[in-house]
């Protein structure tokens, strides 16, 4: 069952999950230094049915019952959509267009998660959802990037689809008794699955590998997939959903950061305005908002303070009590004494009633 965490533990929780976006980063680099170029559902592949396989031979698990659906339907969301709707948009939209579609993905988990888990949304989660999305724009967006049509709905799509799993899996949560690697081993091999035949449909037999190509693959597999959605998926039970997916832009960034060390690129005033801008939206979506209390809360709250009351009445009477204790204990004899005098009328009385 699904649960959020409580503040002392937050910070811990938000870090680990960010360790996903931030490993995602790195997927750009790695698909274009160390991969077959153009095949980008095949990557999809190789990224989730490899990872999937691994967790579910790891665990020994399978679902049962309903979670064979809702297993692929989670699957199919976060990874089996999510995976070639992405790559489409990237392919489609050149200057970075595509993560700054992709960035709008906090505003689609806001109204879901309205819709399907009862989160009112709040100001600061709209607030931080357009200023990250705005942040991003500036980091990647390049001056005379064209528009694709296609590529601007795949990209919508795309954020949808993740969007969408994200909320499900908070509202889901995972079986009893089933743990984090093999619940994301579930949706890995399900997403996989999903793939395996547009992947052989759109793109045909997979490439020939060289060294270099399965170095990536199976970091992409393993490290940028399987410990980053495990990872992920935890952060999802643990912390609420718009916090998790203001995450998001963490990846962009660290894209942008690579790029930079790795392959020269450069990063201008604006780029560096927008890495700070998205950084402080990432940060301020983590903070607990105040909220107003519910009708049942308010009334416990009443019940607490009328019982904290009544408390303290029975602590301040108790000496009162203690006094007229000790006044019966030593008055005890005396009345003793006089009862017998007391009840000699009511003898006689009773002597002379008529009989």
Same mark, same amino acid.
């Given at each position: 069952m699904s649960h959020t965490a409580h503040t002392p533990h937050k910070a811990a929780f938000v870090a680990l999950t960010a360790l996903a976006p931030i490993s995602w980063g790195s997927t750009y680099y790695v698909t274009t230094e160390f991969l077959p170029p153009d095949r980008p559902l095949f990557t999809g592949l190789m990224r989730a049915l490899p990872a999937g396989l691994l967790l579910l031979a790891l665990t020994r698990k399978l679902p049962t019952g309903a979670w064979w659906g809702k297993a692929a339907v989670l699957g199919a969301l976060n990874i089996g959509a999510f995976f070639p709707l992405l790559f489409l948009a990237a392919y489609r939209l050149p200057g970075g267009v595509a993560a700054v579609v992709g960035s709008v993905g906090p505003l689609f988990v806001v109204g879901l998660a309205a819709l399907l888990l009862g989160d009112r949304p709040t100001v600061r989660a709209l607030v931080t959802a357009v200023a990250a999305a705005f942040g991003v724009s500036l980091v990647v967006l390049k001056a005379g990037a064209a528009l694709d049509l296609v590529g601007v709905v795949a990209g919508l799509l795309s954020a949808l689809s993740m969007s969408a799993g994200v909320v499900l899996t908070k509202r889901w949560g995972r079986p009893e008794g089933v743990g984090a690697l093999a619940a994301t081993g579930w949706q890995l091999t399900a997403g996989g699955l999903v793939i395996l035949p547009i992947a052989?449909? *759109?793109?045909?037999?997979?490439?020939?590998?060289?060294?270099?190509?399965?170095?990536?693959?199976?970091?992409?597999?393993?490290?940028?997939?399987? =410990?980053?959605? *495990?990872?992920?998926?935890?952060? =999802?039970? @643990?912390?609420?959903?718009?916090? *998790?997916? =203001?995450?998001?832009? /963490?990846?962009?960034?660290?894209?942008?950061? =690579?790029?930079?060390?790795?392959?020269?690129?450069?990063?201008?005033? *604006?780029? /560096? /305005?927008?890495? $700070?801008?998205?950084?402080?939206?990432? $940060?301020?979506?983590?903070?607990?908002? @105040?909220?107003?209390?519910?009708?049942?809360?308010?009334e416990t709250g009443a019940e607490a303070v009328q019982a904290q009351g009544g408390a303290v009445r029975a602590e301040a009477e108790a000496p009162r009590a203690q006094t007229e204790a000790l006044r019966a204990q030593a008055e005890g004899p005396r009345l003793r004494e006089e009862a017998p005098r007391a009840e000699a009328p009511v003898e006689k009385e009773a002597s002379e009633a008529p009989r």
């Amino acid at each position: 069952m699904s649960h959020t965490a409580h503040t002392p533990h937050k910070a811990a929780f938000v870090a680990l999950t960010a360790l996903a976006p931030i490993s995602w980063g790195s997927t750009y680099y790695v698909t274009t230094e160390f991969l077959p170029p153009d095949r980008p559902l095949f990557t999809g592949l190789m990224r989730a049915l490899p990872a999937g396989l691994l967790l579910l031979a790891l665990t020994r698990k399978l679902p049962t019952g309903a979670w064979w659906g809702k297993a692929a339907v989670l699957g199919a969301l976060n990874i089996g959509a999510f995976f070639p709707l992405l790559f489409l948009a990237a392919y489609r939209l050149p200057g970075g267009v595509a993560a700054v579609v992709g960035s709008v993905g906090p505003l689609f988990v806001v109204g879901l998660a309205a819709l399907l888990l009862g989160d009112r949304p709040t100001v600061r989660a709209l607030v931080t959802a357009v200023a990250a999305a705005f942040g991003v724009s500036l980091v990647v967006l390049k001056a005379g990037a064209a528009l694709d049509l296609v590529g601007v709905v795949a990209g919508l799509l795309s954020a949808l689809s993740m969007s969408a799993g994200v909320v499900l899996t908070k509202r889901w949560g995972r079986p009893e008794g089933v743990g984090a690697l093999a619940a994301t081993g579930w949706q890995l091999t399900a997403g996989g699955l999903v793939i395996l035949p547009i992947a052989f449909l *759109v793109e045909g037999a997979p490439p020939a590998l060289n060294g270099t190509n399965l170095a990536g693959y199976a970091y992409l597999a393993f490290g940028n997939t399987a =410990i980053s959605y *495990v990872l992920w998926f935890r952060g =999802i039970e @643990r912390l609420s959903a718009s916090s *998790v997916t =203001i995450l998001g832009p /963490l990846s962009p960034v660290t894209a942008a950061i =690579i790029g930079w060390a790795a392959l020269g690129q450069a990063l201008g005033p *604006v780029q /560096l /305005l927008g890495m $700070v801008i998205a950084l402080g939206a990432t $940060v301020a979506g983590q903070l607990n908002p @105040r909220r107003p209390k519910t009708p049942a809360e308010e009334e416990t709250g009443a019940e607490a303070v009328q019982a904290q009351g009544g408390a303290v009445r029975a602590e301040a009477e108790a000496p009162r009590a203690q006094t007229e204790a000790l006044r019966a204990q030593a008055e005890g004899p005396r009345l003793r004494e006089e009862a017998p005098r007391a009840e000699a009328p009511v003898e006689k009385e009773a002597s002379e009633a008529p009989r």
